[in-house]
């Protein structure tokens, strides 16, 4: 509605008095308007209050603002490996309380602060836990194992509530241990809320991708492996691991869970053990991940660290892989097994274009210590918290039985972490 131009021209004239005074224009306007006419009639009673239910129209202009809509942000920190070697649970079982069998938890202390800090955190679980069976850790010469329940208990407190299962172990003790151990897991699931992938009960079971919302951000996570020591399922099995051969299933799974979800992150298990070079199927499965639509690829089974990237798709948009996050704890007897990769980075929608975009990408080191020939004194270390004292005193050099490269020192970890972690990406003071 428009105002008169009588009018219009007295709310200007008293535009300054209004904003000290209070008073709405539309009142000063008619008592203008009245005051004009009383002086028409030589009237000059200026303390007169006008009749405004009389006077006439008044219009309230409201001026409204967009509310700036916010960006929505998640912290998201993975490790690689959590491989359980006889001397991780003879460690364990060595901090036992009375009454207790195994206490994992002080092998991890030293890195708790960082998977706490995070919105989500991811762990690769690569041994089974089946209570059934005899505790194993790869003894006797035998690549076999079978972890004590007491291990989940740790890292469930210490922060992780994502777990990936895809492995070449799964099949270690069988398919009914593997049931088991994914039946422990999906309790446990239940229990703290956690997210269980990368082995299934089922078909169907393994066409429900997960999704877990958190600050707003939904993200889909999916595990895939390369095989299974050579190991196969019983032919009436229902249980289902998807292999990474599989590519038409991986390729239907990763658009339908960009379909339903904000980020896609991917584990894939793949490689060559003990090496930190990274062959070109991996480079070719990756870029067709990314241009499926993963954003994050969080590589394992290496047992080493290797290298990590952009890959840009071809709509110029981008994803990024860190081919293998390397060992998060073991008590393996190479140096070049001792240094991990904890994947770091922050999934970012946009609040203004509900564009995703990755931010703050890199991965912190981790080193995993031990003392003297029996393992004494294990844990993993982020970088920051490790030191050249430790690094002298580390056990590797007298461990039993021994591996190829038995030397350690602070410049062999630092030449490790240099040649295969690009500069950009290290994060080494947190």
């Known amino acids: 509605m428009k105002l008169r131009k009588g009018r219009a021209t007295a709310c200007l004239a008293v535009l300054a008095v209004l904003v000290i005074s209070g008073v709405s224009c539309a009142t000063k306007a008619v008592g203008n308007v009245l005051d004009s006419d009383n002086a028409g009639n030589g009237s000059s009673d200026n303390n007169q209050q006008p009749d405004i239910s009389s006077a006439g129209e008044s219009t309230t202009v409201e001026t409204t603002t967009e509310p700036i809509q916010e960006d929505k942000r998640v912290h998201v920190i993975a490790a690689g490996d959590n491989l359980i070697h006889y001397s991780v649970f003879k460690n364990a079982e060595r901090l036992a309380g009375e009454g207790e069998n195994y206490d994992f938890k002080p092998i991890y202390e030293n890195v708790k602060y960082l998977i706490e800090d995070a919105d989500v955190a991811v762990l690769n679980q690569e041994t089974i836990i089946s209570e059934s069976n005899p505790v194993?850790?790869?003894?006797?010469?035998?690549?076999?194992?079978?972890?004590p329940?007491?291990?989940?208990?740790?890292?469930?407190?210490l922060g992780f509530d994502v777990f990936t299962m895809a492995n070449n172990h799964l099949l270690d003790f069988g398919a009914s241990a593997l049931e088991e151990s994914i039946n422990f897991w999906n309790e446990k699931a239940e229990t703290y809320d956690l997210t269980i992938l990368g082995a299934y009960?089922?078909?169907?079971?393994?066409?429900?991708?997960?999704?877990?919302?958190?600050?707003?951000?939904?993200?889909a996570f999916l595990a895939y492996a390369e095989h299974i020591n050579g190991f196969e399922f019983p032919y009436d099995s229902p249980l289902r691991?998807?292999?990474?051969y599989e590519e038409d299933i991986i390729e239907r799974q990763i658009k339908e869970a960009k379909e339903i979800a904000d980020a896609v992150i991917v584990s894939a298990h793949w490689g060559v053990e003990d090496t930190?070079?990274?062959?070109?199927?991996?480079?070719?499965?990756?870029?067709?991940?990314?241009?499926?639509?993963?954003?994050?690829?969080?590589?394992g089974h290496t047992h080493t660290a290797e290298t990590m990237e952009w890959i840009e798709r071809d709509d110029g948009t981008r994803g990024f892989v860190y081919y293998s996050m390397g060992n998060f704890i073991c008590c393996q007897t190479d140096n070049f097994n001792l240094i991990g990769e904890m994947p770091d980075f922050d999934i970012?929608?946009?609040?203004?274009?509900?564009?995703?975009?990755?931010?703050?990408?890199?991965?912190?080191?981790?080193?995993?210590?031990?003392?003297?020939?029996?393992?004494?004194?294990?844990?993993?270390?982020?970088?920051?918290?490790?030191?050249?004292?430790?690094?002298?005193?580390?056990?590797?050099?007298?461990?039993?039985?021994?591996?190829t490269y038995t030397t350690f020192s602070w410049d062999?970890?630092?030449?490790i972490i240099n040649e295969n972690i690009p500069e950009e990406f290290r994060k080494l003071d947190k």
Do not use: Q
């Open 241 to 244: 691991v998807i292999m990474n």
């Open 149 to 157: 329940p007491e291990v989940a208990d740790a890292v469930i407190d």
């Open 276 to 299: 930190h070079v990274v062959s070109d199927d991996r480079i070719e499965l990756a870029n067709k991940m990314v241009n499926w639509g993963a954003d994050v690829i969080l590589g």
């Open 412 to 415: 062999i970890l630092n030449d």
């Open 136 to 147: 194993r850790g790869a003894d006797g010469g035998a690549l076999l194992f079978n972890s």
């Open 348 to 403: 970012v929608v946009d609040g203004a274009t509900g564009e995703v975009r990755l931010e703050d990408v890199g991965c912190i080191p981790n080193i995993i210590h031990y003392e003297a020939g029996d393992y004494s004194n294990l844990g993993v270390y982020p970088y920051s918290k490790y030191t050249p004292e430790l690094a002298a005193v580390h056990g590797i050099p007298y461990a039993v039985p021994a591996g």
């Open 201 to 219: 009960l089922n078909e169907e079971d393994s066409e429900n991708i997960r999704v877990r919302e958190v600050n707003g951000v939904k993200i």
